[in-house]
């Protein structure tokens, strides 16, 4: 898909065009919401800072909650096509190994998933501004919201573009936002980074040629996670024949080591797996820290979903099911004809947010700090594998 140049330079420094919606990141959050909007009958602009396809910070996987709102959004059928149906799940720690049968996981790069939705928001009818910065100016408290675009190629063309409702949906660096002091968040002490990197399968093989994890995860199509001192690392076969690596890790073990690669490369010593990631010299991408919380959720007429409401290690494949369930639930608040009061709709916004967050995340909040000690990790895993009815309880749990 080609960037697309919108917008000329505004010497006047006037709000030059109106929106029904403004939604500032075409992530799935921010695609999910604009298909759901403009097929409310909304004209919705998509800001978007990069380019697609682009690639980011993300392990691919999703779950069945996931593919149910990509089904509600038309494009399951071919994401199913173009990604790999993922059939174990394999756990290393401190030793020990353990094996999960899982149905219905699906790993897919991110520029192939969003590169799908911004196809189906493109023919649903919105418009996409690509390379191109959204920052919000005026949240609308009092009148239409208004957000300043600037091109990313061209930094001197700047426009003001306003709108009755903007949505952020910007990922974990909220940047439409930071300058504003009153959308507050708050980041967990010792918090991880996500980092990130794709490796073709045939540079594996080369390289890593008797790694039996390897030769498991790309034949068996399984998804590998090994949890060591310095975080954890999920491994596993993506689309267009890549291996896909997501890890989270401790931000000092980053800085007291000689980078990611000698931290990944230790998260597989810990876990006795054998093979040096680092000899691939791959190109890692990493996150700002982790866990965070956004304390406002919506103000005026602009309303955040996705990351930029809070994300919660671990990557359980819950990250896109949640951005996607933010977008659809927005939707059905703001979209509907005859809505309510913008207070109104704020109230019914932070309601669902604080809900979700008390009755979903605690438990990713439990793994994560599990997460923080391999020797607990391997005890759990040792109870729950010589206990099979409470592992089929859990994993059915998990599917719910
Ligand atoms: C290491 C790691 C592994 C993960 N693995 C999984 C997994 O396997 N399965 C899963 O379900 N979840 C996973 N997640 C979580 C998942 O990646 C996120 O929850 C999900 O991407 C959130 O989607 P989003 O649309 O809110 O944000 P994003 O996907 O981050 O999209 C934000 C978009 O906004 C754009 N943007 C940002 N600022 C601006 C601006 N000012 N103007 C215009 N555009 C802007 C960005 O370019 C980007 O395209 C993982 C996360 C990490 C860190």
């Known amino acids: 898909m080609d960037s697309q140049n919108g917008q000329r330079r505004n010497p006047q420094n006037t709000v030059s065009e109106s929106w029904d919606c403004i939604v500032i990141g075409a992530g799935v959050a921010g695609l999910g919401f604009a298909i759901r909007a403009v097929r409310s009958g909304l004209r919705v602009l998509v800001i978007e800072g990069k380019s697609f396809p682009r690639e980011k910070v993300c392990g691919g996987c999703l779950n069945h909650r996931a593919q149910n709102h990509l089904r509600e959004l038309g494009v399951l059928g071919q994401v199913l096509h173009e990604g790999i149906a993922i059939t174990d799940f394999v756990v290393h720690c401190d030793q020990h190994v353990s094996s999960w049968k899982i149905p219905s996981m699906v790993s897919i790069r ?79 002490e010792g918090s991880r980074i996500g980092v990130h990197a794709l490796s073709p399968i045939e540079l594996l093989r080369a390289r890593l040629p008797s790694s039996g994890w390897l030769l498991d995860l790309v034949d068996k199509k399984q998804l590998h996670m090994l949890i060591g001192r310095a975080g954890y690392l999920g491994i596993c076969l993506a689309d267009g024949g890549q291996v896909d690596f997501a890890a989270a890790i401790a931000p000092d073990k980053l800085r007291s080591s000689g980078g990611i690669a000698e931290v990944v490369d230790s998260i597989l010593g810990d876990c006795r797996c054998d093979g040096q ?66 207070s109104d709709r704020v109230l019914r916004w932070d309601r669902w947010a604080r809900r979700e967050r008390a009755t979903k995340q605690w438990v990713a909040n439990w793994v994560a700090a599990q997460s923080r000690s391999p020797r607990r990790c391997a005890w759990i895993l040792k109870g729950l594998d010589a206990c099979p009815p409470v592992r089929r309880f859990l994993m059915k749990k998990a599917m719910q």
């Open 110 to 188: 991110r520029s192939t998933l969003d590169e799908t939705l911004a196809q189906e928001a493109l023919s649903s009818g919105c418009e996409i501004q690509w390379r191109t910065r959204g920052t919000v100016l005026d949240a609308g408290e009092s009148q239409e919201a208004i957000v300043r675009i600037q091109q990313v190629d061209a930094p001197e063309c700047v426009k003001k573009i306003s709108a009755k409702m903007v949505v952020v949906a910007a990922g974990l660096t909220r940047s439409p936002i930071q300058q504003e002091d009153r959308w507050t968040q708050h980041i967990t």
């Open 277 to 342: 990631i680092k000899d691939l010299e791959l190109n890692w991408s990493a996150t700002p820290a982790l866990t965070r919380t956004s304390t406002v959720v919506a103000m005026g007429k602009t309303y955040l979903i996705g990351d930029a409401l809070g994300y919660v290690e671990p990557f359980t494949g819950e990250g896109m099911s949640w951005a996607l369930e933010s977008a659809k639930q927005l939707a059905e608040i703001v979209c509907s004809k005859g809505s309510s009061e913008d």
